[in-house]
């Protein structure tokens, strides 16, 4: 890819994993389009890149909404050109077990809200983010790159069933429009991260973290550089399309 000029798109670009590929991206000669929630978040990161020598031009984006989401990728193309580059990387947590019993007897489980939510965001905004960004590549007819970030959850994880599931749908995807998207110049690839430094995982318990740091065999957590110089790799590699990159020191759930 072609990276001066380009504009490049990230959801979920404010912070953490966003924002760590938006300097990597950025410093490659890219425009970058923050996508995120809210106004002064986005103004922060805009800064913090600008300091960087990073161009970045934050949008507000609800990316579960779909007039929201087809709002910010017109004003994308109005202020600074249709996309040639996006990357799908807003998501959430609502962890909770299926089902949680206690000597036979149902106590909890996990609530509608909490699937549609996560769903809502990490499969249903990937979808919306992908078909808005997709369409303005093959209008502008110079092709372009999605990265999707997907996670090795997406094989299946304890007390994750919406997450896992919106993770390998997202997987799926990326095979389905690589396929699709080729015709007109566009790659599709995902990162499937492991536990990566980063505001989800401080949420983690200590003991728990603990835990899974040792199950690692690279003995530590990722950090978002690692996972931004991945994303990088697929914009670069102009044969790489279809496939995920599972960056986790070595961890499989």
Same mark, same amino acid.
């Given at each position: 890819m072609q990276w001066n000029d380009s504009v490049v798109a990230i959801t979920g670009g404010a912070r953490g994993l966003g924002l760590a590929m938006a300097a990597v991206l950025g410093r490659k000669g890219a425009r970058i389009?923050?996508?995120?929630?809210e106004r002064a978040t986005l103004d922060n990161a805009a800064n913090a890149l600008l300091d960087q020598g990073v161009q970045a031009t934050g949008f507000v984006v609800d990316v579960a909404d779909e007039t929201s989401v087809r709002q910010a990728f017109d004003?994308? !193309?109005?202020?600074?050109?249709? +996309?040639?580059?996006?990357i799908n990387n807003a998501g959430i947590t609502r962890d909770g077990l299926l089902v949680k019993a206690r000597d036979g007897k149902v106590e909890s489980t996990m609530s509608l809200e909490q699937w549609r939510q996560v769903i809502d965001v990490n499969l249903?905004? +990937?979808f919306l983010c992908g078909r808005e960004a997709a369409s303005q590549m093959v209008e502008?007819?110079?092709?372009?790159v999605i990265v999707n970030i997907s996670s090795i959850s997406r094989a299946g994880n304890m007390g994750?069933?919406?997450?896992? !599931? !919106?993770? !390998?749908?997202?997987?799926?995807?990326t095979v389905t429009w690589a396929k699709e998207l080729a015709r007109y110049g566009i790659r599709v690839g995902a990162v499937a991260p492991g536990f990566i430094e980063t505001e989800m995982t401080s949420a983690i318990r200590p003991e728990?973290?603990?835990?899974?740091?040792?199950?690692?065999?690279?003995?530590?957590?990722?950090?978002p550089a690692d996972i931004a110089e991945s994303v990088a790799f697929i914009f670069d590699n102009a044969y790489f399309t279809g496939r995920v990159i599972e960056c986790d020191g070595g961890l499989r759930i």
């Open positions: 389009a923050l996508l995120d929630l004003d994308i !193309a109005a202020k600074l050109g249709p +996309v040639s580059g996006l249903t905004g +990937v502008a007819g110079q092709g372009g994750q069933s919406n997450y896992s !599931a !919106a993770k !390998a749908g997202v997987a799926s995807l728990v973290l603990e835990k899974i740091t040792k199950g690692i065999p690279l003995g530590s957590l990722g950090q």
